[in-house]
């Protein structure tokens, strides 16, 4: 912390000669980064605030709404009650790190070595800023998927590397699957590009990407030099017999992928704050390095918690999947029934929709709509667009919720009827 009289003296000093001709303070644009200037405010953060001022189900920011399981909790006190309290590991926790290498294996017969291969970050959305700031240079060029889970697009702006965009369209039939042109991707590789962003399952479309599809990617990859930067943490929320595959698992992809995962969705505690990156020694050093300056660590007790989760058996695993089925197969007819086309998730937990059976403008007024009016909160769809008019016709909806809480929002939808063209 700097001392506040400290820094008034230093600007003071500083702008001594121009203090009379300064402008207000509001209009000192100078004072930011032009980096920050080119995106806004998270719109899914945003819309958690609306819901709590209006009292709405909250549908819109993907966190569960229920208990994380018992067993970690007491790993978690226990980790306290040991006074594990000081700093961890700065690149992680010795005993969280080997389990990632562990359940690596276990899943996707992957040998990572937990001592040099792995940096355990402070959620996996630090692990992806991380990732990004340590290979991307100014200039250089980031592949991403569109419609994309939003944090990407101010991530690769941060780090200095401009995105991409390739097109994911959603099917015809809201039955089959988002899908993009081969033609259209081969276009977005260039010799500039240093990387593509890869999510899946994938927030938000729920679209899980197919081997032949990654094949075609890694080929990408391995023409243009390029580097995977995958991000796994729905690995385990999956549907209908769909197979999540990581990239680095596919011939030739070990040494160039990063991948990231997080304890957030998998175990229930978004709040915790812990997520990694494992990538090749190489690249794995760079990143421990701004890891280490951005962050320090992630929380050590919380670290030696997650080394218990990522022990909890297969059965575990089989269970959540499951109950978010369950969940998906409660929301989807109430969706539909309210005038809602969905489109059908195979992984992660959310639901994409189109909306034009509403008689709305836009998405942004749709949701506002819904958040004040009707008093449930989703995710309007232009803010997973670069464009935002290709995501004026959609909306998101969560539904990582208990059943209560799926309920009082299908009650709530009612109200939507009077709203249909
Ligand atoms: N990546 C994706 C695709 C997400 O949907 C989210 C959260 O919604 C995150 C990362 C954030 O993960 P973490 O809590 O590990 O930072």
Not at 43 to 71: C, S
Not at 329 to 358: Q, W
Not at 372 to 396: E, I, M, W
Request: include cysteine.
């Amino acid at each position: 912390m700097v001392d506040a009289s400290l820094k008034s003296r230093k600007r003071s000093r500083t702008f001594s000669r121009k203090a009379s001709v300064s402008p207000p303070t509001s209009s000192r644009k100078h004072f930011l980064s032009d980096k920050v200037e080119h995106f806004t405010e998270s719109v899914i953060r945003e819309m958690t605030r609306q819901a709590m001022l209006h009292g709405a189900v909250n549908l819109a920011q993907g966190f569960p709404d229920f208990p994380a399981p018992l067993e970690i909790k007491q790993a978690a006190r226990q980790a306290v009650a040991a006074d594990l309290n000081q700093y961890a590991i700065t690149w992680g926790a010795k005993n969280l790190r080997h389990a990632i290498a562990r359940q690596m294996h276990a899943w996707q017969g992957i040998t990572v070595d937990p001592e040099k291969e792995i940096t355990v970050c402070c959620g996996s959305t630090e692990a992806m800023i991380s990732t990004l700031l340590a290979v991307c240079n100014t200039g250089d060029e980031v592949v991403i998927f569109e419609p994309f889970y939003e944090n990407y697009g101010p991530d690769s702006i941060l780090s200095g590397a401009r995105p991409r965009f390739v097109k994911l369209r959603p099917p015809k039939n809201s039955d089959e699957e988002w899908t993009f042109d081969e033609k259209e991707l081969r276009r977005a590789f260039h010799p500039q590009t240093k990387a593509i962003i890869l999510n899946t399952p994938n927030n938000p479309t729920g679209k899980v990407f197919a081997r032949a599809e990654l094949e075609l990617i890694r080929d990408l990859c391995l023409e243009y030099d390029v580097l995977a930067i995958t991000d796994e943490i729905y690995e385990h929320i999956l549907y209908d017999g769909a197979k999540h595959i990581s990239m680095a698992s596919l011939e030739g992809m070990s040494d160039r992928t990063v991948t990231i995962n997080g304890l957030s969705k998998t175990y229930s505690v978004t709040g915790w704050r812990v997520g990694w990156a494992v990538a090749p020694e190489n690249i794995s050093n760079a990143i421990r390095k701004v890891h280490d300056f951005l962050t320090v660590g992630a929380p050590a007790p919380l670290q030696e918690a997650g080394a218990a989760a990522l022990a909890l058996p297969a059965e575990y695993y089989a269970k959540l999947a499951e109950g978010y089925r369950v969940r998906r197969d409660h929301l989807m007819p109430v969706l539909n029934s309210a005038g809602f086309k969905c489109f059908r998730p195979r992984g992660a937990y959310y639901v994409m929709t189109e909306i034009s059976a509403f008689g709305f403008d836009d998405d942004v007024s749709f949701a506002r709509h819904l958040v004040q009016t009707v008093g449930v909160a989703t995710v309007p769809g232009s803010s997973f667009y670069r464009d935002p008019r290709d995501g004026a016709r959609q909306v998101r909806f969560a539904f990582c919720k208990k059943t209560e809480t799926l309920d009082e929002a299908a009650r709530r939808l009612h109200k939507l009827a009077d709203t249909r063209k």
